[in-house]
């Protein structure tokens, strides 16, 4: 992490909520929801402000990330 870092870091925020406490898939929502938040702890420990993307439809969050993206220096070919 000292010698290599991302520009930018964006976490996807979480398409389903599982509400149903008696449903299986709920307790293992539990689970994904915790190790999202040990990760998104993780970056903010080395540094990193991440960029949460919002839910929204796959292109929608496609264009919030590229408006967010800085360009590359270009590089002249001379």
Do not use: C, K, N
């Not at 149903?20 to 702890?41: G, M, P």
């Not at 990193?48 to 590229?66: E, Q």
């Amino acid at each position: 992490m000292r010698i290599y870092r991302y520009d930018t870091v964006f976490v996807l925020d979480a398409l389903d909520d599982f509400t149903t406490v008696d449903d299986v898939v709920w307790a293992r929502e539990r689970e994904i929801a915790r190790v999202h938040q040990l990760i998104i702890q993780a970056y903010y420990d080395v540094g990193y402000r991440p960029i949460f993307v919002p839910v929204d439809s796959a292109p929608a969050r496609v264009d919030f990330i590229l408006a967010r993206i800085s360009a590359p220096p270009a590089t002249s070919h001379t």
